[in-house]
T-cell receptor
Framework: DTAVSQTPKYLVTQMGNDKSIKCEQN?????MYWYKQDSKKFLKIMFS???????INETVPNRFSPKSPDKAHLNLHINSLELGDSAVYFC??????????FGQGTRLTVV | TQLLEQSPQFLSIQEGENLTVYCNSS?????LQWYRQEPGEGPVLLVT?????EVKKLKRLTFQFGDARKDSSLHITAAQPGDTGLYLC????????????FGKGTKLTVNP
């Protein structure tokens, strides 16, 4: 059973499009995250949700909108995609600040 | 400001060699985590160190937390190609926020 699963794994889209990435965890964790990993492999947090409530919103353009319908899901919607949005996006979950479990990542390529 | 400095950034060695990678900061941490990320995968936790001076071993990997809880090291003995990956250290940022802050990682390549 996959602990943290995100879809799709690969996403190629044109500039200006709107796209969503979905994430689900079956670990019973109360905190979920979205991280962005750039071409230099730097992993930077974007958002954190605890019990469906937004806890952290780092300096991320408002074209990025997370949504947590329940504790097990945290989706990421991106409007008006730009070339600079190309990266690998990781979903993760944890019990507060304990070990984080990561999904396999979504490689987004904006052309 | 990068809160966690990892060094070296890149390391390429031959199978059987020993190596040490470092994670340093000017801040004191309540705990520190080490992750390994293989190509095409998400990071996977290797160990969490909590107590200053603590040493933890995971087969050929030895993790040490500095006495002052500001730094940590990861030593690999007799490296194998399967150890290839990106090694990341991270700390939970306290103060009511729920986030793990990661260093930029050390990219290790072990050549057969």
């Amino acid at each position: 059973d996959t602990a943290v699963s995100q879809t799709p794994k690969y996403l190629v889209t044109q500039m200006g499009n709107d796209k969503s990435i979905k994430c689900e965890q079956n670990l019973g964790h109360d905190t979920m995250y979205w991280y962005k990993q750039d071409s230099k492999k730097f992993l930077k947090i974007m958002f954190s949700y605890n019990n469906k409530e937004l806890i952290i919103n780092e300096t991320v353009p408002n074209r990025f909108s997370p949504k947590s319908p329940d504790k097990a899901h945290l989706n990421l919607h991106i409007n008006s995609l730009e070339l600079g949005d190309s990266a690998v996006y990781f979903c993760a979950s944890s019990l507060r600040n304990t070990e984080a479990f990561f999904g396999q990542g979504t490689r987004l390529t904006v052309v | 400001t990068q809160l966690l400095e990892q060094s070296p950034q890149f390391l390429s060695i031959q199978e059987g060699e020993n190596l040490t990678v470092y994670c340093n900061s000017s801040s004191v941490f309540s705990s520190l985590q080490w992750y390994r990320q293989e190509p095409g995968e998400g990071p996977v936790l290797l160990v969490t160190v909590v107590t200053g001076g603590e040493v933890k071993k995971l087969k050929r990997l030895t993790f040490q937390f500095g006495d002052a809880r500001k730094d940590s090291s990861l030593h690999i003995t007799a490296a194998q190609p399967g150890d290839t990956g990106l090694y990341l250290c991270a700390f939970p940022k306290e103060g009511g926020s729920e986030k793990l802050v990661f260093g930029k990682g050390t990219k290790l390549t072990v050549n057969p």
